[in-house]
């Protein structure tokens, strides 16, 4: 049940909980960004090692501060990408599920550290685009903490 996109768009609000199976993370509130071209998702401890065990080259990271997780992806990109600032900065990519809405997508998303940000996960408009989605910022207006802490 992937890639479900319809001649039908799917209505999204600016915020929407998401979850990302392959990265235990469950029901977090993404910020749903048309400003952003591409998604990320907060991760720490980012780094290109070579596995002991079978010696290929693997991204390790950490999702959201999760101690007790470490990721290893045999398959990823790195791209440059420019910052809100407009300083452009490496980042590596990755390809996971995502559910939005109780439906199952594949998104290419970015790693980053977002710790100075409210949310922990960012979806762009290019996964909105691929899977035709409209946002309507009426929707889940409650998860607008609007200058809350940070994660």
């Known amino acids: 049940m992937k890639d479900m996109t319809s001649d039908t768009p799917i209505t999204v609000g600016s915020f929407e909980y998401v979850s990302l199976p392959g990265l235990k993370m469950d029901n977090v509130v993404a910020k749903i960004d048309t400003g952003a071209y591409s998604g990320a ?34 398959e990823f ?12 900065i490496k980042r590596y990519l990755i390809e996971t599920d995502i559910i939005v809405q109780h439906k199952q997508y594949t998104i290419r998303i970015g790693l980053t550290d977002r710790s100075d940000m409210q949310r922990e996960v960012l979806i762009g408009r290019r996964f909105l685009r691929q899977q035709n989605m409209l946002v309507d910022v009426r929707i889940n207006q409650e998860l607008d903490n609007d200058g809350g802490g940070k994660i």
């Open 41 to 74: 998702i907060h991760c720490t401890d980012i780094k290109v090692v070579r596995r002991k065990s079978d010696g290929i080259e693997v991204l390790r990271f950490k999702p959201s501060n999760q101690n007790d997780n470490v990721f290893d992806f045999e």
């Open 77 to 88: 990109r790195t791209v440059k990408v420019r910052s809100s600032s407009g300083h452009q």
